[in-house]
């Protein structure tokens, strides 16, 4: 299984499914970010967490332990 | 009859540019009952008939954030006659996701999309009367900033609002869920009406217990959620987000315009510099250095000294020539000329000034950080803030903008408090306002001079190791506090919004600026003006030959007695001498307080700000390790009653604000006495019961750092108490 995780800066993926439960994952959908979302990595942070995206044409942060709930191609 | 309009939206929509715009000057500032959460109320400009409630900034109607509940409670019990929901038109998707949970709610709603000015720069367009159409409201086009379009929303909104006509949604998810919805409708008893009857079906199938906690008659679904479940192979809170945006997804095509995306906006061009991979850390560094150096070091500087020594001292010149003279002087002459009792006298000019004054005197200084606050919160940098420090802070249960509120404690400690406020996530805001003053604040420096002085011959390691007691005290509380249950729960997922950088308006900056500085003064003139009577008090009145009265001599007054009976709390800490217990006790005034104190205790009528005077008797009465343990004490205890007072504004509950006292405490404590305890062994003291004890409570100390500890997968907890508080007040 890929996930948001392990995509690269500069890379365009697909949202396949989110992973998990309960609050962090109703705050993840809320933000936008569903099934067939397309999601652009645009950077990680200085200190190496969390990673930037691009998502509906808006940025958005988001710690990398998060992003491994997110399923992707 | 008033009407009652509720203005909603995302964070970071120009919602308070539109309030303002809207209200002007007639605002109310506040709290929702019981919780950190501010709550703005204010009327309409143009016709005071009709009040506006500002609820917090939200991206949807979860049950899972303090602000979204709070909003969705206020809109659900009290039911408002219309919702003005502004949407940022340069971020339409994500906005209307929140339109489509408000338009369930059967309450009329009118859109505004914001920004049009940007939109239309960036060669995109928004089809206005299309959007209304598929999502079932008036919309209207407008700049908040510009004040362009304001009045007329506010009119539909007002319009609406008179018309007092039920609104149904006419946004449509898939056949499968309608289906489910329809099933789940015709369930429901008959007391909620029709117009209500979607949105408490769609919470019943999302499993939303806080809304099936106010329902009187919950029907027994289960069976139907299971089934779609399983068909659709997912929960059914995601069902219902995937379909919200499935349909956005659907109808923005024909409403939205994009012109060519090709070129990078100037926001982005920023951004690329200002979180580069190399560069953000030395811009972040730049930036904080430029906050604290103007707001603490310079400008700050010179505005506390001339509130302090001018404003509230013996007076100040103004454009350097005028002679003004400060407020005692002037009401001691007053009082004087009307030959004012001295009891009387000594209170107004030793107690409430002085005290008081004391606290005012931070004002100045707090209304320059505030400005810069202002400023990197609208501008858009305060959220890189949080992006580029987050790594270091939550791994101790604070948040990367945790940074902030402790760079400014090194100055004082009140702003620092006050500053938390930028930090959106409830138990992240409290763990710092809990422990930002753990940092040596610039009026703990005399105390610092005074104990190097006396008894470590000036050594240089001792002012650095203050601050790294602060430092590690932060640490560990971050560690051992988020695994207590006050903390407990997951720490709130960190998704979060980078909004386009933008130049915010100087009224705005301002306005923030003084409700900030106001909400303060209004605590000094309560909390903190009870206080420094009661310190007042104790220090100028006590028994002298059996009679109680006004007594000269710190020494004779009650103060000196509540010191006497205390001291034996501090024995073993090595500084059980009454005169150390009344210098702390005097230094919750203000802590440059502790050393003047000693100078009065040891018979000096004025002493040098390190107390150079006191240096010897100090070192003949305490030992070093005393001398330390003593140091510590004061550096981590309850704060002085201003940064008490910013502490209890911020938490706005009394049982957080005790936790806290109670625990900087309890800490100060627990590490002087291990200080003092192991000091004593290793430089060739005894075994003794107290060194029992000071092993006893690091082994304490120790298990709360290290225990294992597992974080909870659900924050449900924190919001239910939430909701019983309300149901209270």
């Known amino acids: ?73 | 009859m008033g009407i009652k309009i509720a203005l909603a939206g995302n964070p970071n929509s120009g919602k308070t540019t539109l309030f303002n715009g809207l209200t002007g000057s007639n605002q109310f500032v506040g709290n929702w009952p019981g919780v950190t959460v501010e709550k703005k109320e204010g009327r309409l400009k143009s016709n005071k008939e009709v009040v506006i409630m500002d609820l917090p900034g939200i991206y949807s109607l979860s049950p899972y954030t303090l602000e979204e509940v709070v909003a969705r409670n206020y809109l659900i019990t009290e039911r408002p006659d219309a919702i003005l929901n502004i949407v940022d038109g340069t971020n339409l998707e994500r906005n209307l996701y929140l339109t489509t949970q408000l338009m369930e709610l059967g309450i009329p709603v009118v859109m505004a999309v914001n920004m049009m000015d940007v939109v239309k720069k960036s060669g995109d367009a928004i089809d206005t009367r299309k959007l209304g159409e598929k999502l079932g409201c008036a919309v209207v086009a407008i700049s908040a900033l510009k004040g362009e379009g304001i009045e007329e929303a506010a009119g539909k909104a007002v319009q609406a609002a008179q018309s007092r006509q039920a609104v149904m949604p006419v946004h449509e998810f898939s056949r499968e869920v309608e289906a489910c919805l329809d099933e789940i409708e015709t369930m429901l008893s008959g007391d909620i009406p029709e117009e209500q009857k979607r949105f408490y079906a769609v919470k019943l199938f999302e499993r939303d217990d806080k809304i099936a906690e106010q329902m009187k008659h919950v029907p027994d679904i289960s069976s139907i959620i299971e089934k779609a479940e399983k068909d659709m192979d997912d929960d059914s809170e995601s069902i219902i987000t995937n379909e919200r945006y499935d349909y956005i997804t659907s109808i923005i095509g024909e409403s939205l315009t994009k012109a060519n995306k090709a070129k990078l906006s100037t926001s982005d061009k920023i951004d690329r510099v200002v979180t580069n991979r190399w560069l953000a850390l030395p811009i972040f560094a730049i930036v904080m250095w430029l906050v604290y150096y103007v707001s603490v070091s310079t400008v700050g500087t010179w505005a506390t000294d001339w509130a302090n020594d001018g404003v509230f001292g013996e007076g100040w010149k103004l454009f350097g020539m005028v002679d003004v003279p400060g407020i005692p002087v002037i009401v001691e002459n007053g009082l004087n000329a009307i030959n004012c009792a001295p009891w009387l006298q000594s209170l107004i000019l030793d107690g409430i000034i002085a005290g008081v004054g004391a606290v005012l005197g931070f004002v100045p200084q707090m209304l320059v950080l505030f400005i810069f606050l202002a400023f990197l919160e609208a501008c858009g940098y305060m959220a890189r803030v949080a992006f580029i420090m987050d790594r270091i802070f939550r791994k101790f249960g604070l948040s990367g903008k945790s940074f902030i509120p402790m760079l400014i404690g090194t100055g004082c400690g009140v702003p620092g408090i006050m500053a938390s406020r930028t930090i959106e996530n409830d138990r992240d805001r409290k763990m710092t306002i809990m422990t930002t003053t753990f940092i040596p604040c610039g009026a703990k420096l005399p105390i610092i001079a005074l104990i190097a002085g006396a008894l470590f011959g000036g050594a240089s390691w001792v002012a650095p190791s203050a601050y790294f007691v602060g430092i590690a005290a932060i640490i560990c509380s971050g560690i051992i506090l988020k695994k207590t249950k006050m903390f407990a729960g997951d720490p709130a997922p960190f998704v979060m919004e980078l909004p386009a950088y933008h130049m915010p308006t100087v009224g705005n900056v301002l306005r923030s600026m003084w409700e900030r500085g106001w909400s303060f003064i209004k605590k000094a003139g309560t909390i903190i003006l009870l206080s420094t009577i009661f310190i007042w008090f104790t220090s100028s009145f006590g028994f002298v030959d059996g009679h109680f009265g006004m007594v000269d001599d710190l020494s004779d007054g009650l103060l000196a007695s509540i010191g006497r009976g205390l001291a034996w709390l501090f024995v073993p800490l090595g500084w059980g001498d009454w005169k150390s217990a009344v210098a702390a006790i005097t230094g919750l005034v203000a802590k440059e307080n502790v050393v003047g104190t000693f100078g009065i205790l040891y018979g000096f009528a004025e002493v040098a700000e390190d107390g150079a005077e006191v240096w010897g008797t100090l070192a003949a009465s305490m030992t070093a390790v005393a001398a330390y343990s003593f140091l510590v004490f004061n550096l981590l205890c309850a704060p002085c009653f201003a940064a008490m007072g910013a502490i209890k504004r911020e938490m706005n509950n009394a049982r957080w604000f005790w936790f806290a006292i109670g625990y900087q405490t309890l800490l100060a404590y627990a590490v002087s006495l291990c200080v003092f305890q192991f000091g004593s062994l290793f430089t060739g003291g005894g075994f003794g019961i107290g060194t029992g004890a000071a092993v006893i409570v690091l082994i304490g100390f120790l298990y709360l750092l290290f225990r294992p500890y597992k974080e909870s997968a659900s924050r449900k907890v924190n919001v239910s108490s939430v909701n019983a508080r309300r149901a209270k007040a």
């Open chain 1, 1 to 73: 299984m890929r996930t948001l995780k392990s995509v690269g800066c500069n890379q365009k993926v697909s949202v396949v499914k989110l992973h998990g439960e309960g609050a962090t994952k109703r705050r993840i959908m809320d933000m936008g970010i569903t099934k067939g979302t397309e999601v652009f990595v645009r950077k990680v942070a200085p200190l190496g967490d969390p990673v930037e995206v691009t998502v509906r044409g808006y940025e958005l942060s988001l710690r990398k332990a998060d992003a491994e709930m997110i399923e992707v191609i």
